[in-house]
């Protein structure tokens, strides 16, 4: 390219020296045209390098192959010896192949519930695993949960994600109701090299068995004390008995 700018030159001196001024100064114009474009292929091909060489710096930082790109950049240094513009495609090229291998860098997050046994109006627990089959590690987690009867009772820390590898959560809940109930789970997930978001939903449904009475009516069989009154209970009276501690009292006195 900037040889035939150097022989259009040389024939604009020759024509100078012969005399033919305006065959000269038409020679140089389209000389400096010439020039003017080249100056600019070069700054696209510049630029594209650089986009290229970035994206293929950030991917050979984690890990991530980048061969193709490597290949299409060797190539478009020896085109651009004699085609600018095929050069330029080919580092656009280069620039594609790194951005592809970026984007197919990512967490993918698989998400269960395994749900314990819950209580009407009880604080429980459901444990939720989360695994990484991606290949990017999955970093600054956050976790929400929707559902018809059961509600989350506070965030859960959450943990960064290897690829390959499964964890974790436990998840304190408070079901509202009793009976079976859908649960939707969102997982957010952000990408190592530019905080790039994805989220991964889950859905699946949690029981919850009904309130239980605090105490149950019986009939005392021998002599006993009241709980409340410290009176005496006599065979034949109507007593209560406290499910979770088994203390007995009068009817009257539990009511």
Do not use: W
């Not at 695993?129 to 976790?143: F, M, Q, V």
């Not at 009976?179 to 969102?186: D, F, H, L, N, R």
């Amino acid at each position: 390219h900037v040889g035939g700018i150097m022989q259009s030159l040389n024939s604009a001196r020759e024509k100078m020296a012969e005399f033919e001024f305006e065959e000269a100064f038409r020679t140089v114009t389209d000389a400096e045209s010439a020039l003017s474009n080249i100056e600019g292929l070069h700054k696209e091909y510049l630029d594209a390098k650089y986009a290229a060489e970035s994206a293929v710096s950030i991917a050979k930082r984690y890990g991530i192959p980048t061969k193709e790109s490597d290949r299409l950049l060797a190539m478009a240094e020896l085109e651009r010896e004699s085609d600018y513009a095929s050069a330029i495609e080919l580092v656009k090229e280069a620039v594609e192949s790194a951005r592809n291998s970026l984007d197919d860098f990512n967490p993918a997050l698989d998400v269960t519930m395994k749900p314990g046994e819950l209580k009407q109006g009880h604080r429980g627990k459901l444990i939720v695993e989360i695994s990484n089959k991606g290949k990017a590690l999955a970093k600054d987690l956050t976790l929400e949960l929707t559902g018809e009867a059961v509600s989350l009772e506070s965030p859960p820390q959450m943990p960064q994600i290897r690829g390959g590898e499964t964890k974790s959560v436990e998840l304190s809940v408070m079901p509202n109701r009793a009976g079976e109930s859908k649960v939707t789970i969102a997982v957010t997930a952000k990408r190592l090299f530019d905080g790039k978001s994805f989220e991964f939903i889950a859905s699946s449904t949690a029981t919850a068995l009904p309130r239980q009475p605090t105490a149950r009516v019986a009939r005392a069989t021998e002599d006993a004390k009241c709980s409340s009154c410290n009176g005496k209970i006599k065979p034949g009276f109507d007593i209560a008995i406290c499910n979770s501690c088994k203390s007995v009292g009068h009817l009257a006195c539990a009511k």
